[in-house]
């Protein structure tokens, strides 16, 4: 099996008119040495031509040394990427390895190819972290791998923060066992902690080669513009001027052939979507909507649209944000903040995909505070501060089931697994008395569960290799492998035959026939569920629900806040830099006159008295995830010193205490008595966040997702899901066995872990509270809610009454409001 020379790949280039770029030789060089690495570059710079060329000219060095087999394996984070990726090889592939095959194996392929691969597999497959496990549960997957000679993992960013990518880290140390000179390269695009993700993806590798780290050099030039309202609220509340800027949307959309709008939500790419349509009726054919609900035949129409250039927009969600080139896109618009650098850039760079094309994203502004974002965002872009990616440490379900799957796979020996498992990075800490937990909790379920077989799945033979001994077992477990987990799915169909997409049970569940929804840009009426499939047809109304989806709001990312701040502190000077700052600047003025302004120096908090009771507010802008946290212990510690209950509210600027009772705010928070610095105490921080949360409701929430990982749930047979009700029991089951009879089971322990990490970002929250100790105490006592708090009132507003009812209220102190800033 043979690949092209390197002297014939730069002719390639050259026929072309194209260039080597710098970046692109020093990864074939590395490659042809023998080195595993990671590739960081800008979006549409080159990046897969680096890696599958270095791939190609490896087989050329092998010609005649190894028979044909499977050479290369391609990891994409999305199915829906692997027939993009599998055409990009081949044609490169045509030209300069004639005698290379390349195949996709995805969720989607069809059984016969499947099976067509086993007996012949194709020198290159491009497949996903859930097929690439599924492929290690097969007797014969040391077999089916022995010519392995390079894996790539592309959109590395997107996978390593996650589960997913631990189950990649985990399926690379099996790789790497089998094949210990197994090349490793990782591709990957708008990421900040580069070495922590080659350490992650090369993990403890047999070799200890650390590996290279290779970096574009091509400063590709982003522009980051922003749509300025006609008017600026000077009391902004969450998505109050929205849809006030369809009318700039749509002019932005006329001037240019291809153009992406990006939402945060798929609810909200439905609204937008229906909108522009009403608006401009005879784009009816030249715009459409994309997001992961939609039936796959629809997305895929969508994206073959765009590469053609025959859709003049499409509003979509993250579902657009990877991989797939669109080269006619010209444009790209992200309504309301992206709440990230590193997203912002992920999808500025969906234009001018190409080397050496200008990328160019407008942000769309849905509140005021939104363009303070937008001015933190073009420098922070500007000056490449990008994220670093959270790693998961020791998750105990991904191990869980990775024993099953390597049990299935051929079996093996404790020791050796052991030793395996720990060159994967998250569980390179992993000790002895952890890993026989995990291999007890296989074998017998663990304390509890001895007395049922069905949780008996990992037996060790006579000569003490574990396997598991029961077919059936080992079918379920098939189903149930990978990391994705979501509410249970409804599919949503026509009355009359074709498949529209999907929806969660707990939406569907609340509808009664002839209720009208909004789904797939249609006014859907409902008809009747039968068998876990929601049947429909057309509406004749323009109203309707808006479809609703899982998935929390987006917290404001560290490096976004910190340059939030900054435009404060420019704008406390009386600096007001750049066209979105001086906008803001009614709103910073009465926010000044009334009380004061967060900055990274200070740290403001106002008291106020209502007919609602007694008002704190404290802008930390650490975003909405750690002011959850600060907010609920806050008032557990406020509450030790005089008992009190309190009303939160949060957004990613600051939290609101309301207690109905007299809280004598200033003498907790003046600096005589010293108790505010105390109420921000680090010590005792992890007991007092637990104290204050209901953290056994929130441990049983995520333990649902840890026991389906577990392999505890059975999801159901194709075609036979159980319901999301019957899920739910379920893992409660589990969970309440395990608290009484298992307290040291050490899935109990991790739920309660990633509720603390993930959900409150307990690191991130220790570090908030060392900088807000830097802070100088800005104390204020407010007649009446300033432009900041305003907002959050609103927040509180909209968790108890109906929407039409928020807005005549909100409608009404905005007046009332108005008038005294107007005095």
Known sequence: MSGPAPKLVKDWFAARGWKVFPFQAAVWKAALAGQSGLLHANTGAGKTFAVWFAALQRGALAKGKRAAGLRVLWITPMRALAADTQRALEQSAAELAPDWTIGARTGDTGSAERARQSRSWPTALVTTPESLSLMLSHAAAAEQFRHLDMIVIDEWHELMGSKRGVQVQLALARLRHWRPELLVWGVSATMGNLDLARQVLLGGAPSDDPGVLVEGDLRKKIEVDCLIPENVARFPWGGHMGLQMLGPVIREIEHYDATLVFTNTRAQSEIWYQNILDERPDWAGLIALHHGSLDREV???????????????????????LGVDFLPVERVLQVGSAKGIARLLQRAGRSGHAPGRVSRVTLVPTNSLELLEAAGAKKAVAARRIEGRYVPNKPFDVLVQHLVTVALGGGFRSGELFEEVRRAWSYRHLDEEEWQWALDFVARGGQSLTVYPEYRRVLPDEEGVYRVPDTAIGRRH?????????????????????????????????????????????????????????????????????????????????ELAHAALEELRLASQGIYDGPEMEALRPLIEIQCRWSALPTSETLVIESMKSREGWHLFVYPFAGRSVHMGLASLLAYRIGRMQPSTF????????????????????????????????????????????????????????????????????????????????????????????????????????AQREVLEQELELTRLRETLGELHGRRVAFREVKRATPFGFALMVERFREKVSTEKLSDRVARMVRELEKAAAA
């Not at 569907?508 to 002839?514: M, Q, T, V």
């Open 299 to 321: 997305r895929e129409w969508v994206e073959m649209g765009l590469k053609k250039g025959e859709l003049k927009a499409v509003i979509c969600t993250a579902s657009l944000d």
């Open 478 to 558: 098939r189903m149930g492998i990978g990391t994705i987990v979501s509410d249970s799915t409804i599919s949503v169909k026509y009355m009359s035959g074709g498949r529209i997409g999907s929806v969660e049970e707990s939406f569907i569940s609340r509808l009664k026939p002839g209720d009208h929804f909004l789904f797939g840009g249609r006014i859907l009426e409902f008809v009747r569920v039968h068998e876990m499939t929601a049947f429909v047809k057309r509406a004749t109304s323009k109203r309707g629900a808006i479809a609703r989806w899982q998935g929390a709001k987006m917290p404001m990312s560290s």
């Open 647 to 750: 009303s939160i509210a949060i957004n990613d600027y600051g939290f609101e205490l309301l207690a109905p009772e007299p809280v004598d705010w200033p003498r907790i928070f003046t600096a005589e008595t010293g108790a505010g610095v105390d109420l921000l105490s680090t010590d005792c921080l992890l007991e007092d966040v637990l104290g204050s949360l209901n953290a056994t409701q929130l441990s049983q929430q995520r333990f649902r997702e840890v026991a389906r990982i577990a392999g505890l749930v059975f999801q159901g047979y194709p075609g036979q899901p159980k319901s999301n009700r019957q899920l739910q029991a379920s893992s409660s089951l589990f969970f309440e066995v395990f608290r009484k009879h298992d307290t040291g089971n050490l899935l109990l322990s991790q």
